[in-house]
Every structure is written in C-alpha cells, then in structure tokens.
C-alpha cells in the first residue's frame, strides 16, 4: 500500500486547469455525461466531450495493487453498466440507446438488446439492473433498463426480446430494486420517483416534494442515484443536483429526512449493508468523497482528495473494505483503503471520463468495471 501523496502518477495527463468543457460550476446545472442524456446518438459530435481527438486508444496504466485484467471496444460511447447476481455476466448500456451483454470471463458479447423504439429514439440508455431472483421465477437475468427518452423497459436477455415497456413523461435517469423485489423506483429529470408493483408493473406510488418551496422534504432538481437500503424493503435513498441526499419510505410521500452536501451526477450513491454507512461521490472538486452514518444521517469521515481533484461520476462500496470510485478531468478510477483512506490502485491515462463503474459483489474483494469512452476495463485488487 502506498500513500496518497505518494502516488507517481505515470502517464497521467495534469492539467492546471478544468478543460472548456468542465469548466462551467454546478450552478450551471450541466455535466459533459448530463448532456449526453439529451443528445441523440448522432449529435454527440458537436459536444467538446466527443471531439475527434478523444477517439483515438490510449494505453491505460494501472498503479499500485490495481491490475487491469481485460479491455473490451464496446464501439459505442458506455453509459452504464451492471453485472448479474451470479458475476458471469455484465450489461452495458450505450449513447445510442442500446444494450449489450458480456461474458465477463472473456469478454465475448452474447446478446445485443435493442427494438424498433429504442432504434427510433436513438437516445441512450441511462441506467440498467439485472432484477434480482426470487424462488419461483421463470426467467433468469431479467434486465431491467431506462432510457433518457423516458422509456423504462424490461429485457429477457437470452432472447433479446423486450418483454413489458413503461413511457415516462420525462427524461428516466436511474432505477433500483427492493431487497425483496417486490418494487422498483425509477427517478430522472424532476422531483419525482416513481414506484412500481414488480408482479403488475404498474406505478403504485409517488414520492416527491411538498408543494411549498420553503420546506425541503424532497429534491428540487434532477435525481441521478437511487439506492434501496440492503435490509430494508421500504427505504431508500436518493441523490442529485440538489446538494441532497434525501431519505425516503415507500409508503409515505415526502422524504423522511435528508443530509446536505453532496452534488451527485451519476450513480455515486451507495449503503455498506456490514457498517450501515453511505458513500457519496460529487461532481466538484472539494469534498468529493464522503462517508455518512445512515441512521443519523451525520457525517463520519472525508475521504482526501486524489492528486488531480477528480469530478467524480461514480462512487460504489468495493466489498468490506475498500471504496472505487471514477470521474472526470483526471479520467481515471480509483480504489481507497476504508480504514486508512490511503490509494491503494488507480487506472489512469484512460480516453474520457469514467462514467460508470460496478463490482460483481464476491468475496472480501471482487472484481470490477469501469467505462470510459467506448471501453470496458475489467479490473481485480492484487492480493499484497
């Protein structure tokens, strides 16, 4: 293990300032990944996110006790991605609205997802989840997927058929499961998230703000991360441009509680169901990583910035004992020791931003991935 000051850094590309295009600050409400969700596929040119020179490979380089395992050229521009219960699989969601599926031992697609209204749409694809399995289910490695065109739709992923649309009236950016699946919610470009009965698939519930602006029992501006708790069917927890993370109960309307601080821009919100504790990751350059008590809702630790102050994306619990987290301007993924808050292994040098990332859930320390640009990374922690 090496310390954060430490790290040499090689091949990474500093920069002494935020490029043009990260350059705006949060009041502005604009991400380089927030704008491609309103761009159709064929337009993503015109963003400074997207220009030519970006297109070209770069050779990542991995540092400390990080070791990249398998590349794989996914041809489109990755959004999201989410591996299956069982870690033999890995879905990923794209800029042109499609979804392919992996095998995560070699890389090799096996199924692509696609039909004439996601063809039609051409918008991408925002977040994707395997649902979980129940006894009693017919069906394994159901997918369930949403789109910035405000479709939430669910795949039988061995015969590439969709198999029940929803048509949100806005952009959908995330959903989440229950820990006994019963529900689902989904949230996008406004204060609202929508829970569904799994069995009907039908909207059962609204959660959403009070009316009057003077009380905050609920968000005011886009939700990007939505977070079941892992032993509790009823809770939840939700994140966004707000600077909020706000607590929620399916049966009740309003939030319960909040905690404010963190500007989450993607999924950067996750609850370690062995300590009880939340991590968030913010799309600024200060206090970008922080860990919460769930129960109180107060702050435990800040974890130190990274050499380059990343914008961070993504931010997700790597087992027991450590944090993975993947953003902007330094492009680059990170994995920080919980107990020292120390580096312990970066990818960097990587083409564009990180803008997801996720872990099969085996073992004191599993494997995981990451997108940038058009690539998947698989990655595993070396045992030291």
Same mark, same amino acid.
Request: aromatic residues 8%; glycine residues 8%; proline residues 4%.
């Given at each position: 293990?090496?310390?954060?000051?430490?790290?040499?850094?090689?091949?990474?590309?500093?920069?002494?300032?935020?490029?043009?295009?990260?350059?705006?600050?949060?009041?502005?409400?604009?991400?380089?990944?927030?704008?491609?969700?309103?761009?159709?596929?064929?337009?993503?040119?015109?963003?400074?996110?997207?220009?030519?020179?970006?297109?070209?490979?770069?050779?990542?380089?991995?540092?400390?006790?990080?070791?990249?395992?398998?590349?794989?050229?996914?041809?489109?521009?990755?959004?999201?991605?989410?591996?299956?219960?069982?870690?033999?699989?890995?879905?990923?969601?794209?800029?042109?609205?499609?979804?392919?599926?992996?095998?995560?031992?070699?890389?090799?697609?096996?199924?692509?997802?696609?039909?004439?209204?996601?063809?039609?749409?051409?918008?991408?694809?925002?977040?994707?989840?395997?649902?979980?399995?129940?006894?009693?289910? *017919?069906? /394994? !490695? #159901?997918?369930?997927?949403? @789109? +910035? %065109? &405000?479709?939430?739709?669910?795949?039988?992923?061995s015969t590439c058929t969709c198999i029940h649309t929803t048509h949100e009236n806005r952009q959908t950016l995330t959903v989440a499961y229950n820990k006994d699946v019963s529900m689902y919610i989904t949230a996008g470009?406004?204060?609202?998230?929508?829970?569904?009965?799994?069995?009907?698939?039908?909207?059962?519930?609204?959660?959403?703000?009070?009316?009057?602006?003077?009380?905050?029992?609920?968000?005011?501006?886009?939700?990007?991360?939505?977070?079941f708790h892992p032993n509790k069917s009823e809770e939840f927890v939700s994140g966004g441009w707000d600077d909020t993370v706000q607590f929620w109960d399916t049966r009740t309307e309003h939030s319960i509680r909040k905690?404010?601080?963190?500007?989450?821009?993607?999924?950067?919100?996750?609850?370690?169901?062995?300590?009880?504790?939340?991590?968030?990751?913010?799309?600024? *350059?200060? /206090? !970008? #990583?922080?860990?919460?008590? @769930? +129960? %109180? &809702?107060?702050?435990?630790?800040?974890?130190?910035?990274?050499?380059?102050?990343?914008?961070?994306?993504?931010?997700?619990?790597?087992?027991?004992?450590?944090?993975?987290?993947?953003?902007?301007?330094?492009?680059?993924?990170?994995?920080?020791?919980r107990g020292t808050l120390q580096t312990t292994g970066r990818l960097v040098d990587l083409p564009r931003g990180v803008y997801c990332l996720d872990n099969n859930r085996k073992g004191t320390v599993p494997k995981f991935?990451?997108?940038?640009?058009?690539?998947?990374?698989?990655?595993?922690?070396?045992?030291?």
């Amino acid at each position: 293990m090496y310390a954060l000051a430490g790290l040499s850094g090689a091949g990474v590309a500093r920069q002494s300032k935020l490029p043009d295009d990260l350059s705006s600050t949060k009041s502005s409400r604009s991400t380089p990944r927030s704008s491609v969700m309103s761009l159709p596929a064929a337009g993503l040119n015109s963003s400074g996110d997207f220009d030519a020179e970006h297109r070209a490979r770069r050779n990542p380089v991995s540092e400390g006790n990080l070791r990249l395992l398998t590349t794989v050229d996914c041809q489109q521009d990755v959004m999201c991605c989410r591996y299956n219960e069982d870690g033999t699989m890995l879905a990923a969601g794209f800029v042109d609205g499609s979804i392919k599926v992996y095998a995560t031992d070699t890389g090799a697609a096996l199924y692509n997802l696609v039909d004439d209204e996601t063809s039609d749409a051409h918008l991408p694809c925002t977040s994707i989840l395997f649902r979980p399995y129940t006894p009693g289910d *017919k069906s /394994l !490695n #159901l997918l369930l997927a949403t @789109y +910035a %065109s &405000g479709m939430v739709k669910f795949w039988h992923t061995s015969t590439c058929t969709c198999i029940h649309t929803t048509h949100e009236n806005r952009q959908t950016l995330t959903v989440a499961y229950n820990k006994d699946v019963s529900m689902y919610i989904t949230a996008g470009c406004d204060e609202k998230i929508y829970v569904y009965d799994d069995n009907t698939r039908k909207r059962i519930f609204t959660c959403q703000p009070s009316p009057s602006m003077n009380v905050m029992d609920g968000h005011r501006s886009r939700i990007f991360s939505l977070k079941f708790h892992p032993n509790k069917s009823e809770e939840f927890v939700s994140g966004g441009w707000d600077d909020t993370v706000q607590f929620w109960d399916t049966r009740t309307e309003h939030s319960i509680r909040k905690l404010i601080g963190p500007h989450v821009c993607g999924d950067a919100l996750d609850i370690d169901p062995y300590h009880n504790h939340i991590v968030t990751g913010s799309w600024r *350059k200060d /206090l !970008n #990583l922080q860990i919460w008590d @769930y +129960a %109180s &809702g107060s702050p435990i630790r800040t974890v130190p910035q990274d050499f380059n102050n990343s914008l961070l994306y993504c931010a997700q619990w790597l087992g027991k004992d450590n944090i993975a987290v993947g953003g902007c301007d330094a492009n680059m993924v990170r994995v920080i020791d919980r107990g020292t808050l120390q580096t312990t292994g970066r990818l960097v040098d990587l083409p564009r931003g990180v803008y997801c990332l996720d872990n099969n859930r085996k073992g004191t320390v599993p494997k995981f991935v990451a997108g940038s640009s058009r690539y998947l990374y698989f990655m595993d922690m070396k045992q030291m």
